[in-house]
T-cell receptor
Framework: GAVVSQHPSRVICKSGTSVKIECRSL??????MFWYRQFPKQSLMLMATSNEGSKATYEQGVEKDKFLINHASLTLSTLTVTSAHPEDSSFYIC??????FGQGTRLTVV | GIQVEQSPPDLILQEGANSTLRCNFSDSVNNLQWFHQNPWGQLINLFY???GTKQNGRLSATTVATERYSLLYISSSQTTDSGVYFC????????????????FGKGTHLIIQP
């Protein structure tokens, strides 16, 4: 299966700042990657579909101007949380091919 | 979109016990997966099982597609089996080449006590 590397694994940022999370597909050229969010003790919720070379597709209720997704190559998708607030604190995880997931990024906004 | 329900939500067992986790889904699917999320958050794909039965060591899974449910069996539980078990299906029920996001159930939180 595909090997997916996500970075950073953990980040703490101040309210109002932006944070970038990287998702790399190490051994598979992925035209599509998926970003999920998981709040404590809850399930994973799909946030957006990242499409290589084109705009991301966002799920209902997810602010596209707040969660910027860039998929500039077949091996890298990035999620930038802009103007982060404490309610954005969550576990963010990406996937490739629908079955292989990165290690996740635990974001804490203080 | 498809709805996925899991039961039980929580399960506490002694080491060595067997367990059965259930996943019901609301519509026909061509892709049903079971995942294990460890305490550090890492999601590991256990089975891709849209129908039939598969086994991998102490774990096995059965999906009865016509009745829209899947079961995950864990035998001779070990403490390392602890974590959350999720089942998931494509949002539309059908995926082609992995190009659809997944809808996850709420998970079963399994604790194996020594």
């Amino acid at each position: 299966g595909a090997v997916v590397s996500q970075h950073p694994s953990r980040v703490i940022c101040k309210s109002g700042t932006s944070v970038k999370i990287e998702c790399r597909s190490l051994d598979f050229q992925a035209t599509t990657m998926f970003w999920y969010r998981q709040f404590p003790k809850q399930s994973l919720m799909l946030m957006a579909t990242s499409n290589e070379g084109s705009k991301a597709t966002y799920e209902q209720g997810v602010e596209k101007d707040k969660f910027l997704i860039n998929h500039a190559s077949l091996t890298l998708s990035t999620l930038t949380v802009t103007s982060a607030h404490p309610e954005d604190s969550s576990f963010y995880i990406c996937s490739v091919e629908g079955a292989f997931f990165g290690q996740g990024t635990r974001l804490t906004v203080v | 979109g498809i709805q996925v329900e899991q039961s039980p939500p929580d399960l506490i067992l002694q080491e060595g016990a067997n367990s059965t986790l259930r996943c019901n889904f609301s519509d026909s699917v061509n892709n049903l997966q079971w995942f294990h999320q460890n305490p550090w958050g890492q999601l590991i794909n256990l089975f891709y099982i849209p129908s039939g039965t598969k086994q991998n060591g102490r774990l096995s899974a059965t999906t009865v597609a016509t009745e829209r449910y899947s079961l995950l069996y864990i035998s001779s539980s070990q403490t390392t089996d602890s974590g959350v078990y999720f089942c998931a299906a494509p949002r539309s029920g059908y995926s082609g080449g992995g190009a659809d996001g997944l809808t996850f159930g709420k998970g079963t939180h399994l604790i194996i006590q020594p």
